[in-house]
């Protein structure tokens, strides 16, 4: 009673105030003490802004002590003493509120159950085991409010609709401090996915089919709706997709699905310019078609200038089983490359067929490969067929392209002969290997690991062509060195007649690289290293070591990465500049 009655005194006076003649021309300065931290903030929220015209100050201060109270509650402080002291002696006004939180309220049960087809449902029981309300925890209305709308949440995202709380109460005792908590929710029964409808012409149903992640008569799940979307979406094919329930048309326990598709753009194109200590400046232009017919097919042709490795390649992809992972390539291709002292110009024709499974990569193809190259003293071109296999394998942590955690493995073998369209007998292997590993926020490791081996008669081995040769240095490989400038030497006569020494590349490939980085920010991170190995003919290993440090830029395409390197096991070692953008791997 005596609260109530200073209450309606507090009314009073604010009341008389707010007729003041000078109230319009004054405004409040609010001074909340006592409370900190999360009760502090929710406090303010619920005061609000402070007012700037009479009548809403006489509200402002009509309010505000119930406001606080409330704030408190919502947090399980309902023992809370709120005092006001008000100023009027200058403007503007000063109104100080005092806070004494008091003890908390405790949850003392918690009894939360459920009824339906949700009692069997995995989905149900971890939500359960992960409540946020155990007893003995300080009430907060708003943790209960939140908890509450995640179970109806999670039982439209899994096909409950006719779901509903038949009890839903928080029961408090203010004087002995507790509260009880009761949940009672009625999932009722479990929809299944009715049919698929769907109007479209752009795409072969037998494409479409494969993508559905949706089976008639299967349990309702939003997960697989949004999956299904996703894969629509990644294959090109579409510039929209929606696939949604239509709850209204509910008929024995099915809920049918809309799908609606449109089109993408017929052609997109893309230019690009760039920099790399390895190719220098560079300059690239793509032009692609996602869907050339309503049976997938896709085509996409690039050309990129630069002055190291100017190309050109258009490649003709067909899907088979899969618009995703399962397509056959077809391939054309012109480069031009430095290796070491060569020049190499190359010409392939190829097909390939790509397999997802999973995280792996699985492909088979056929290259046909017309190479030529030349040097002081040295003039060559041969033709290669060379049948191959690869498998591949990504996994990563965080980002794409800058993951905290990830490891990566490439395999591939090629073979040619020559009584099957090659020039001479070859079986040539390679291996990838990449490993990045984080340690809290600031310390990142990264391992990288580079092998290959082709296999020839010694009669033929002058006749392995640049491409098929192992080169070692450059930005991706051992900084310090040039790019491709660490491979066998062979001793030729010049157009004169004089020896010359040309590094002609390796027949085996060895190199390592291991690297620590301190991100000293979020975008900012230095680095340390040390690469080594070598390109060699088989019996001829000669390790070569580089070493250096390097500051990266993070970005969303990656790191831009300037390093600065020694070859240490050069008789005269020089410093390299090297700078690469991308992913590490």
């Given at each position: 009673?005596?609260?109530?009655?200073?209450?309606?005194q507090?009314?009073?006076?604010?009341?008389?105030?707010?007729?003041?003649?000078?109230?319009?021309?004054?405004?409040?300065?609010?001074q909340?003490?006592?409370?900190?931290?999360?009760?502090?903030d929710?406090?303010?929220?619920?005061?609000?802004?402070?007012?700037?015209?009479?009548?809403?100050?006489?509200?402002?201060?009509?309010?505000?002590?119930?406001?606080?109270?409330?704030?408190?509650q919502?947090?399980?402080?309902?023992?809370?003493?709120?005092?006001?002291?008000?100023?009027?002696?200058?403007?503007?006004w000063?109104?100080?509120?005092?806070?004494?939180?008091?003890?908390?309220?405790?949850?003392?049960?918690?009894?939360?159950?459920?009824?339906?087809?949700?009692v069997?449902?995995?989905?149900?029981?971890?939500?359960?085991?992960?409540?946020?309300?155990?007893?003995?925890?300080?009430?907060?209305?708003?943790?209960?409010?939140?908890?509450?709308?995640?179970?109806?949440?999670?039982?439209?995202r899994?096909g409950?609709?006719?779901?509903?709380f038949?009890?839903?109460?928080?029961?408090?005792?203010?004087?002995?401090?507790?509260?009880?908590?009761?949940?009672?929710?009625?999932?009722?029964?479990?929809?299944?996915?009715?049919?698929?409808?769907?109007d479209?012409?752009?795409?072969?149903?037998?494409?479409?089919?494969?993508?559905?992640?949706?089976?008639?008569?299967?349990?309702?799940?939003?997960?697989?709706?949004?999956?299904?979307?996703?894969?629509?979406?990644?294959?090109?094919?579409?510039?929209?997709?929606?696939?949604?329930?239509?709850?209204?048309?509910?008929?024995?326990?099915?809920?049918?699905?809309?799908?609606?598709?449109?089109?993408?753009?017929?052609?997109?194109?893309?230019?690009?310019a760039?920099?790399?200590?390895?190719?220098?400046?560079?300059?690239?232009?793509?032009?692609r078609?996602?869907?050339?017919?309503?049976?997938?097919?896709?085509?996409?042709?690039?050309?990129?200038?630069?002055?190291?490795?100017?190309?050109?390649r258009?490649?003709?992809?067909?899907?088979?089983?899969?618009?995703?992972?399962?397509?056959?390539?077809?391939?054309?291709?012109?480069?031009?490359?430095?290796?070491?002292?060569?020049?190499?110009?190359?010409?392939e024709?190829?097909?390939?067929?790509?397999?997802?499974?999973?995280?792996?990569?699985?492909?088979?193809?056929?290259?046909?490969?017309?190479?030529?190259?030349?040097?002081?003293?040295?003039?060559?071109?041969?033709?290669?067929?060379l049948?191959?296999?690869?498998?591949?394998?990504?996994?990563?942590?965080?980002?794409?392209?800058?993951?905290?955690?990830?490891?990566?493995?490439?395999?591939?073998?090629?073979?040619?002969?020559?009584?099957?369209?090659?020039?001479?007998?070859?079986?040539?292997?390679?291996?990838?290997?990449?490993?990045?590993?984080?340690?809290?926020?600031?310390?990142?490791?990264?391992?990288?690991?580079?092998l290959?081996?082709?296999?020839?008669?010694?009669?033929?081995?002058?006749?392995?062509?640049?491409?098929?040769?192992?080169?070692?240095?450059?930005?991706?490989?051992?900084?310090g060195?040039?790019?491709?400038?660490?491979?066998?030497?062979v001793?030729?006569?010049?157009?004169?007649?004089?020896?010359?020494?040309l590094?002609?590349?390796?027949?085996?490939?060895?190199?390592?690289?291991?690297?620590?980085?301190?991100?000293?920010?979020?975008?900012?991170?230095?680095?340390?290293?040390?690469?080594?190995?070598?390109?060699?003919?088989?019996?001829?290993?000669?390790?070569?070591?580089?070493?250096?440090?390097?500051?990266?830029?993070?970005?969303?395409?990656g790191?831009?990465?300037?390093?600065?390197?020694?070859?240490?096991?050069?008789?005269?070692?020089?410093?390299?500049?090297?700078?690469?953008?991308?992913?590490?791997?």
């Amino acid at each position: 009673m005596i609260k109530q009655a200073r209450q309606f005194q507090s009314a009073l006076l604010l009341a008389s105030l707010a007729l003041s003649p000078f109230a319009a021309a004054q405004l409040l300065d609010v001074q909340l003490n006592g409370l900190e931290g999360e009760s502090r903030d929710n406090a303010l929220a619920w005061l609000g802004v402070s007012p700037e015209t009479s009548q809403a100050r006489a509200n402002y201060l009509y309010s505000a002590q119930r406001k606080v109270e409330k704030s408190l509650q919502a947090l399980g402080y309902y023992r809370a003493r709120v005092e006001l002291e008000l100023t009027r002696s200058k403007e503007p006004w000063s109104l100080v509120i005092s806070v004494q939180p008091g003890e908390p309220v405790l949850l003392r049960q918690v009894n939360v159950r459920l009824l339906g087809d949700a009692v069997n449902d995995p989905a149900f029981a971890e939500l359960l085991e992960t409540s946020p309300l155990q007893g003995g925890d300080v009430l907060n209305h708003g943790v209960y409010d939140r908890f509450r709308r995640s179970l109806t949440s999670l039982a439209r995202r899994r096909g409950y609709f006719e779901g509903a709380f038949s009890q839903a109460r928080v029961e408090v005792e203010p004087v002995g401090g507790v509260a009880d908590v009761s949940l009672l929710y009625d999932s009722g029964k479990r929809f299944n996915f009715g049919a698929i409808s769907y109007d479209q012409d752009i795409i072969h149903e037998s494409l479409l089919s494969p993508l559905l992640l949706i089976e008639q008569g299967e349990p309702f799940d939003q997960k697989k709706l949004r999956d299904t979307q996703i894969q629509l979406q990644r294959t090109g094919y579409f510039s929209t997709v929606i696939l949604r329930p239509i709850v209204d048309m509910v008929d024995d326990g099915q809920v049918p699905l809309e799908l609606n598709l449109f089109p993408a753009k017929q052609h997109s194109f893309d230019l690009g310019a760039g920099f790399s200590t390895d190719t220098r400046e560079r300059l690239s232009f793509t032009w692609r078609t996602p869907k050339l017919n309503a049976y997938g097919h896709q085509q996409e042709t690039r050309i990129q200038y630069s002055d190291v490795n100017p190309s050109g390649r258009f490649t003709y992809s067909i899907p088979v089983s899969h618009p995703l992972d399962d397509a056959v390539q077809f391939t054309a291709r012109l480069e031009d490359n430095e290796f070491g002292d060569l020049d190499s110009r190359q010409r392939e024709l190829g097909i390939r067929r790509e397999m997802r499974k999973s995280d792996w990569i699985y492909s088979y193809s056929l290259r046909g490969l017309d190479e030529a190259w030349n040097s002081e003293g040295i003039d060559r071109q041969n033709d290669y067929l060379l049948p191959g296999i690869s498998l591949s394998q990504r996994l990563h942590g965080g980002s794409l392209v800058n993951p905290a955690s990830g490891f990566s493995h490439w395999y591939r073998a090629e073979a040619g002969g020559a009584n099957v369209g090659s020039d001479i007998d070859l079986v040539r292997l390679t291996a990838n290997f990449g490993l990045i590993h984080s340690l809290g926020e600031k310390h990142r490791f990264v391992l990288r690991s580079n092998l290959g081996a082709a296999f020839v008669e010694d009669a033929d081995r002058g006749q392995l062509a640049p491409s098929l040769n192992f080169f070692a240095g450059g930005a991706q490989s051992i900084r310090g060195y040039g790019y491709q400038s660490i491979g066998n030497e062979v001793t030729v006569e010049n157009a004169t007649g004089n020896p010359v020494s040309l590094i002609v590349g390796g027949d085996r490939l060895l190199t390592g690289s291991a690297e620590y980085q301190y991100s000293f920010t979020q975008n900012w991170r230095g680095a340390v290293f040390v690469d080594a190995g070598d390109a060699f003919d088989e019996g001829d290993f000669e390790g070569n070591v580089g070493a250096g440090f390097g500051v990266h830029y993070v970005t969303q395409v990656g790191a831009i990465r300037l390093n600065i390197a020694n070859p240490v096991t050069d008789d005269d070692p020089s410093w390299r500049i090297h700078l690469a953008i991308g992913a590490e791997f």
